[in-house]
């Protein structure tokens, strides 16, 4: 879980949905460099 916080202050994530207490929350990647720099390191971590 701690992943998920780190990626959203860092940039790498950005909320998509209204936070409310005991719902799930919607992520999105915030742009095509983002998508692109993830993209490379789940290929290089699944090698």
Known sequence: M???????Q???LTI???LQIGTYINVKVPNNEVKKALYRL??????
């Open 2 to 8: 701690e992943q998920d916080v780190l990626m959203c």
């Open 10 to 12: 860092t940039g790498y």
């Open 16 to 18: 998509n949905s209204p």
């Open 42 to 47: 789940l290929s290089f971590n699944t090698k």
